[in-house]
């Protein structure tokens, strides 16, 4: 599964540089950023590559991760939606009734990871997932964040 990230900030690095040492990984990284040259510095840490454009990477990749601050969600959604197969967002603040209009009709993960998946000892809390979205891309999403700590669903209005 190729992962995109479409942020490179904090929380971004943390799950790069995890998936980067993990048994079970990503077969390609890529990075992108708002022009700060974080995507550069960390694809070049973890072997990724950084693409020019969030178009670009919401069509290379099969998973984006939605890092970007909550702020610009009106601004990059329209940018990604419909492109990937699956996004997993870690925006706080941000409920799935604001992600998932924002990005229909592409599926969406809500997740709280904190920065210890860096070193594959994260707690990821995730909301729910029909069976259709586990026999999919989000199912595969939830397996590659396994590999970066301990993953617990909690309902939407907990997270």
């Not at 790069?16 to 390609?28: D, E, H, K, Q, V």
Request: one cysteine or more; charged letters at 20%; a negative charge.
């Amino acid at each position: 599964m190729i992962v995109g990230f479409a942020g490179s900030g904090n929380m971004a690095a943390a799950l790069a540089r995890g998936w980067a040492r993990a048994s079970i990984r990503p077969a390609a990284m890529l990075f992108t950023d708002s022009g700060s040259g974080r995507a550069q510095a960390l694809a070049a840490e973890v072997g990724g590559t950084r693409l020019g454009s969030i178009e670009d990477l919401a069509d290379q990749a099969d998973l984006v991760v939605l890092a970007v601050k909550p702020a610009t969600l009106d601004v990059v959604a329209p940018r990604i939606a419909g492109r990937a197969r699956g996004v997993i967002s870690v925006l706080g603040a941000t409920p799935l009734a604001t992600l998932e209009p924002a990005l229909a009709p592409t599926p969406v993960l809500r997740t709280m990871p904190n920065l210890a998946v860096e070193v594959g000892r994260g707690v990821i809390c995730h909301t729910p997932l029909s069976d259709e979205e586990r026999a999919g891309v989000l199912g595969e999403a939830l397996a590659l964040l396994g590999s970066l700590g301990s993953v617990f669903e909690v309902e939407k209005d907990e997270i």
